[in-house]
């Protein structure tokens, strides 16, 4: 394409599925590598495995997946991958070949693995030939279960740049290398040879040495690592998956005047449909006939109901809980505000910041390092007149103790411990990613309905007309209210049955759409519902309870008027009420030194209202998901670090787009996928413990990686000095493996600060 050309087109986004990627280094390789193409801006995701590219009208895509296949990696458009997984079933580790490639190499390196460690440490173990049972069991393991490192390492060397994956490399085939050379061409396939259990510092023949302990070790940790982190990120777009799914099957459409039952898929815009109470509405559109109550809490976190007739605009996959409606489509398929909340959590998962690995930044210094100090003691022991043998002992016994032993545990055990003592306390975290977005985390923002409130309506005061008996208001209001499935009769209904009991029974019940109900309660004409409900009865409330009511709908909260046999008795307030725990969540929040923000779809008045009550500042309210995700953007350009807190379908864009998001386990499928941290208990105080918790695990796995590099650093002089002993090695490495286990271990001991 020429450059007028591209120029005049217009631009378009490719989405690609990228494999073969081992860490972010590898995402930034390819991203370099697309952007250099003329009118390409490209950003590849490592947590995702998605590039998202801008092209010039008409590109060929083609072009995009031979550029990534040029850098050694794989691509396909998503079609293409769904296409070809589309048989093998949702759910099952088979879906992902390199997952099950990734499991298999890791089962086949235990099972090999675990023996050779055991003769090469254990000198009682090692029997007249054990050295060549340890190459049989141990070359499987180097050479094709470490096959994915060897691959990585190589593509490395091509690009100039050195990663944990050349470390691995290097080491285990240095390790490799010598031990054959040592069998086959020294003296250490000799019938009975030992390695005498020694720990001291003394030159040693090369030749009567071998490592395969070291190699195999080595692989099988590092590939259980790759496995456990593999099968977290698989989880991206379970939360894409899991919103499409929200929506209705089939839908009951009018055509012709004949109810029909059709595919979802089918339905078209203009064609009419039934939503019968109980339903969800099948796709946004306008009400035609009909009135109800629409639960619209999962797209727009309201939590009271939302009051339909004919004209209203209604939105797809929220709840008829009221009458019969018959809606006419407006919008269908990629056009619905589920569909474009999908788009929202795509686009802010690509989005998000690529998350470096802290081994892969130390191994791009140190590999380096080692080799040079390899070729410098080789250099050093010829330039001294030393044998050429004692020289490649020296060189090689470099390559060989800067193999990463402690290393391979460092991350795997800290995220075990850490995550398994999480999953005691109800904390789920996803992986090593999401933990270093929790050091730099400043700002917290909390959905409100679900999260900081218990998200259901409930009966929070009543005031009665002078004369009137409270206990008999809510035993008559309340029998009443019983009898009508709208959430907040049930919530009065509730409320009344735990204060006075049993309920009497309703004679002529009938419900005055979009006012109110009526009914007959123990010989009393009762009436409940909007006030505008009791005018119609010639009732009026007095002057006190009219300030009341007021008072009450300024601050957010739901009032519900009473009135029997002609006259006023007084009025029922519902709200959502806070949870207990609240309080003291936003406490513990501002002590880790965050700041606390709420962020709800709710009005203004019922935003402040729940802020003041838990000591929130800041607030942020009457918000939709698009503009919920808006609102964490400006925040993150302000400088901030993010974390989001919610429990809804509305919450997962945000979730999504924030630096660390923390969901509800009490919520929506939704926003427990597109969230990297998940509180099971539906406790806000468990944010704040999975905060500290992830803050410790990370500082755990900090130290684990200074001490596994700190013991190669002290080891790799003595190897240059030809003075490494191969069981003083294997102890030092068993040392340093030990070190790493235990600092991990003491992850069990955290405790939450959540008051009993």
């Known amino acids: 394409m020429s450059t007028a050309t591209a120029a005049n087109a217009a631009d378009t986004s490719v989405e690609l599925e990228i494999g073969g ?160 050379y040592a069998l086959f061409l020294g003296t250490a396939g000799v019938p009975g040879m030992t390695h005498p259990f020694a720990l001291t510092l003394a030159p040693s023949d090369g030749a009567a040495n071998i490592y395969l302990e070291v190699a195999a070790g080595v692989t099988m940790f590092i590939l259980a690592g790759r496995y456990f982190e593999k099968r977290s990120k698989r989880q991206a777009g379970a939360a894409l998956r899991a919103l499409l799914e929200l929506g209705t099957k089939d839908v009951s459409v009018l055509r012709g005047g004949v109810e029909t039952k059709i595919a979802v898929d089918e339905l078209l815009a203009g064609d009419e449909f039934v939503v019968r109470p109980g339903e969800k509405i099948a796709t946004d559109g306008v009400v035609v006939s009909g009135t109800s109550a629409v639960d619209a809490s999962m797209l727009t976190g309201e939590s009271v109901p939302v009051e339909v007739a004919a004209g209203d605009a209604v939105t797809g996959a929220t709840v008829n809980v009221g009458g019969r409606l018959v809606v006419r489509a407006t919008r269908v398929g990629s056009d619905t505000q589920l569909a474009q909340m999908a788009r929202l959590v795509e686009d802010a998962q690509t989005g998000k910041a690529q998350a470096q690995r802290l081994a ?47 290393l391979g545990l460092a991350t795997p055990t800290a995220l075990l411990v850490g995550t398994g003592r999480g999953a005691q306390m109800g904390i789920l975290i996803k992986g090593p990613e999401v933990l270093e977005s929790t050091r730099k985390v400043d700002t917290v923002v909390l959905d409100k309905t679900g999260t900081v409130t218990t998200g259901k309506m409930s009966l929070v005061d009543v005031v009665v007309e002078p004369g009137t008996d409270r ?133 203004e008045a019922v935003a402040r209202r729940i802020a003041a009550e838990v000591g929130i500042d800041t607030v942020f309210a009457e918000v939709l998901p698009k503009d919920k995700v808006d609102v964490i953007t400006r925040l993150q350009s302000e400088g901030k670090i993010v974390a989001m807190v919610g429990d809804g379908v509305n919450d997962a864009p945000a979730l999504a787009q924030a630096d660390l998001g923390l969901a509800m386990g009490t919520g929506t499928d939704v926003a427990i996928e597109a969230s990297d941290i998940t509180l099971v208990r539906g406790d806000l105080r468990s944010a704040a413990d999975a905060i500290r918790l992830s803050r410790k695990t990370l500082s755990t796995i900090k130290s684990n990686l200074f001490w596994a590099f700190a013991y190669n650093v002290a080891a790799v002089p003595i190897a240059a000095l030809g003075l490494l002993n191969p069981m003083l090695a294997g102890a030092a490495m068993a040392m340093s493996s030990v070190f790493v286990v235990g600092n991990s271990l003491r992850l069990r001991s955290f405790k939450s600060n959540a008051t009993p």
């Open 360 to 406: 892969d930044r130390i191994s791009g210094v140190f590999v380096p390092i080692v080799i040079v100090i390899a070729v410098a003691a080789l250099a050093a022991w010829l330039g001294a007149g030393f044998p050429v043998a004692a020289a490649f002992t020296a060189a090689v016994a470099v390559l060989v103790i800067a193999c990463p032993c402690a």
């Open 21 to 180: 990627m081992t860490c972010a280094s590898c995402a930034m390789r390819i991203e370099k590598k697309l952007n250099k193409l003329d009118g390409v801006a490209a950003t590849v995701n490592y947590a995702t495995e998605k590039a998202r590219i801008t092209v010039p009208g008409g590109y060929d895509t083609a072009l995009l997946i031979a550029e990534v296949e040029k850098t050694g990696y794989t691509a396909a458009l998503p079609a293409v991958k769904k296409a070809k997984g589309a048989a093998g079933g949702e759910g099952a580790d088979d879906a992902d070949p390199e997952l099950t490639s990734l499991r298999n190499r890791l089962v086949v390196s235990i099972a090999l693995t675990v023996p050779v460690i055991a003769m090469a440490m254990i000198p009682a173990l090692q029997f007249v030939y054990w050295q060549w049972a340890s190459l049989a069991l141990a070359a499987p393991v180097i050479v094709w279960a470490a096959w994915p490192f060897h691959k990585a390492a190589w593509a490395n060397l091509k690009h100039g740049t050195a990663t944990m994956d050349t470390l691995i490399s290097m080491g285990t085939t240095a390790a490799f290398a010598w031990s054959l």
């Open 471 to 603: 206990g008999e208001l809510l035993r008559l209001a309340g029998a009443l209210e019983d009898a009508s499935e709208h959430p907040i009769a049930q919530a009065i209904a509730k409320g009344a049955t735990q204060e006075v009991g049993t309920l009497p029974a309703v004679e002529g019940f009938a419900n005055i759409e979009g006012k109110g109900v009526q009914g007959i309660v123990e010989g009393h004409a009762l009436v409940v519902g909007r006030e505008s409900l009791l005018a119609e009865w010639s009732i009026e409330l007095s002057s006190e309870v009219a300030f009341a009511k007021a008072r009450a709908e300024n601050e957010g909260k739901t009032v519900v008027a009473v009135g029997w046999d002609g006259a006023a008795r007084g009025i029922l307030i519902v709200a959502d009420t806070v949870k207990s725990t609240s309080a003291e969540a936003i406490a513990q929040l501002k002590a880790l030194g965050l700041t606390p923000v709420l962020l709800t779809g709710d009005n």
